[in-house]
């Protein structure tokens, strides 16, 4: 089925978030005693809600996006190029500058967004955002209303899953397992927030995003049994 999804209707994309603020006592009384109870059934007991912060990003409502990068198909053969963009910085701001590129040129029913995990993390997290910052949503996020069939979603992760629901694999091992080049990156997920607060190195951060959707976009090919890209075919814009 998914080999015959046109490669240039779908969106690739990755998000990278971080808690609200730089620590838990900077943020609001009614908010860390919101975050306590939010965090209790995750955090062991060991953990307080203010050692447990540190992965408040993880969550819409103690989190914030601080970068997304998004990967589209031109061309088809040996033409064929993976054009990479990103929005970073203020959260409004580039939720804004993403929201205009899906109503620009992402907006047809045809049109697909796709991601790993994208369906339980990154879909639903901008969103959330978006209707936070009072911005409307574009009609590939706004799923009220719409069938099963009807959301235009992929996700990496479910396709791997074959219908094993209770299975998780991560996108580096996926990439792994499918032979798939692994860029040398010099941060994972867990690192991204002290390098945003600690190092305030944002690029840094936003090269990583980006090299996971080229990733994603990979992953993607392979699952269609297709040859993978070349480093040529890969063009940031």
């Known amino acids: 089925m998914i080999a015959k999804v046109p490669l240039g209707n779908i969106l690739f994309l990755d998000i990278e978030t971080v808690p609200q603020a730089v620590a838990y006592d900077q943020l609001p009384g009614e908010a860390r005693e919101l975050f306590a109870l939010k965090t209790q059934y995750q955090r062991k007991e060991e953990y307080t809600a203010e050692e447990f912060y540190e992965r408040a990003g993880i969550w819409a409502e103690f989190g914030k996006v601080i970068c997304i990068s998004v990967g589209y198909f031109q061309g088809t053969g040996s033409n064929r190029k993976l054009r990479i963009r990103s929005f970073s910085g203020e959260e409004r701001q580039l939720l804004l500058e993403f929201r205009d ?24 997290y901008l969103a959330r955002r978006m209707v936070i910052h009072g911005i409307a949503l574009p009609s590939r996020l706004s799923l009220f209303g719409k069938k099963p069939w009807e959301v235009p979603h992929l996700d990496t992760m479910e396709l791997w899953k074959f219908g094993d629901f209770k299975h998780y694999t991560s996108l580096k091992l996926l990439a792994h397992v499918l032979g798939i080049p692994s860029p040398k990156e010099d941060i994972d997920g867990s690192m991204v927030r002290d390098v945003y607060y600690e190092e305030n190195d944002l690029e840094r951060i936003v090269k990583y995003c980006e090299q996971d959707v080229i990733t994603v976009a990979q992953v993607f090919l392979r699952l269609r049994n297709e040859e993978l890209l070349k480093e040529d075919q890969i063009v940031k814009v």
Do not use: V
Not at 110 to 116: E, N, R, S
């Open 101 to 124: 590129l899906l109503d620009t040129y992402f907006n047809r029913p045809q049109h697909l967004l796709c991601a790993h995990n994208g369906k339980e993390f990154d879909f639903p």
